[in-house]
């Protein structure tokens, strides 16, 4: 099946405590986002990467670290936590057809 | 730079009415659009898109949505709505970039409550 998995799916963490959510595709894409929603805000771009080891910021990347050394791997690394990434965060990718985006089922961040 | 306003945060129908939720987009380029849905402690799902041609798109759980150019106007519907349809919904446009990548922005969402 077709899929992108993050994990953990749930994680409570404390405020400098390093942490890394995982993402991963089948499906060949070269095109991974990472997304975070917060109420009234929608989804907005974290990072993107385009390919292997090409990577760039989107939209709110402060904060956040990401490395693409694998096709099919897109972790998020939050170096040093804090309250205002508390967040639920998505994992995309893409073929690069338009519309052809698949999203994880999300990561549920809480960062006390 | 493009953007998506959805105007209403929460709206609440009866199980049967007419669902209509709102999107307008801002695109110096003709856009693509995207209709996501997204059901509690799930992720997103494509319900429908808008590339070229009708204009009139149809798209999964008897959803529809129609582009008008002339109002930037995407909106979507459905005539009878189900309790099932409660979810969250994000109307999307894609903005382009040099190397074929394509970025989704979204709107802030439309909580969709379906009453009996």
């Known amino acids: 099946e077709a899929q992108v998995t993050q994990n953990p799916r749930y994680l409570i963490t404390v405020t400098g405590k390093k942490l890394t959510v995982t993402c991963s595709q089948n499906m060949n894409h070269e095109y991974m986002s990472w997304y975070r929603q917060d109420p009234g805000l929608g989804l907005r771009q974290i990072y993107y990467s385009m390919n292997v080891e090409v990577t760039d910021k989107g939209d709110v990347p402060e904060g956040y670290k990401v490395s693409r050394k694998e096709k099919r791997n897109f972790p998020l690394i939050l170096e040093s936590p804090s309250p205002n990434q508390t967040s639920l965060y998505f994992c995309?990718?893409?073929?690069?057809?338009?519309?052809?985006?698949?999203f994880g089922s999300g990561t549920r961040l809480t960062v006390v | 730079a493009q953007s998506v306003t959805q105007l209403g945060s929460h709206v609440s129908v009866s199980e049967g009415a007419l669902v209509l939720l709102r999107c307008n987009y801002s695109?110096?380029?003709?856009?693509?659009l995207f209709w996501y849905v997204q059901y509690p402690n799930q992720g997103l799902q494509l319900l429908l898109k808008?590339?070229?041609?009708?204009?009139l798109v149809k798209g999964i759980n008897g959803f529809e949505a129609e582009f008008k150019k002339s109002e930037t106007s995407f909106h979507l519907t459905k005539p009878s709505a189900h309790m099932s349809d409660a979810a969250e919904y994000f109307c999307a446009v894609s903005e382009w970039f040099s190397g074929g990548y394509n970025k989704l922005i979204f709107g802030a969402g439309t909580r969709l409550a379906v009453h009996p």
């Open positions: 808008y590339t070229t041609g009708a204009t």
């Open positions: 695109s110096s380029v003709p856009p693509y």
């Open positions: 995309a990718s893409s073929s690069g057809q338009v519309g052809g985006y698949t």
